[in-house]
Nanobody, 122 residues
Framework: QVQLVESGGGLVQAGGSLRLSCAAS????????MGWFRQAPGKEREFVAG????????YYPDSVKGRFTISRDNAKNTVYLQMNSLKPEDTAVYYC???????????????WGKGTLVTVSS
């Protein structure tokens, strides 16, 4: 049974930083492309970051490029999201997801975690 468990969310002031972690089990982690998504209240879930199987390629939308960094440790079956220069509009539940292919859409991901809440105060 595949499990993705996010951690590291919390309350932070605007301009601050947080690092999210997602621990994976029940799958061959190094064979999966991993992604982070977020969903703000009343909004659709959106792509935030993606990383290839080896970690050699990363993907970001313009909204977070230069502020967020995705990384992975295949030995620990864990993917990370370092978030810097946080803004109130980054407030959302953050989800990690896994897929065999490189995708940036919600529908394309195969497995999902339950999410961790990030709140950025102004």
């Amino acid at each position: 049974q595949v499990q993705l468990v996010e951690s590291g969310g919390g309350l932070v002031q605007a301009g601050g930083s947080l690092r999210l972690s997602c621990a994976a089990s029940g799958l061959t982690f190094s064979s999966y492309y991993m992604g982070w998504f977020r969903q703000a209240p009343g909004k659709e879930r959106e792509f935030v970051a993606g990383i290839s199987w080896s970690g050699g390629r990363t993907y970001y939308p313009d909204s977070v490029k230069g502020r967020f960094t995705i990384s992975r440790d295949n030995a620990k079956n864990t993917v990370y999201l370092q978030m810097n220069s946080l803004k109130p509009e980054d407030t959302a539940v953050y989800y990690c997801a896994a897929c065999f292919r490189v995708v940036t859409t919600v529908d394309g991901m195969d497995y999902w975690g339950k999410g961790t809440l990030v709140t950025v105060s102004s």
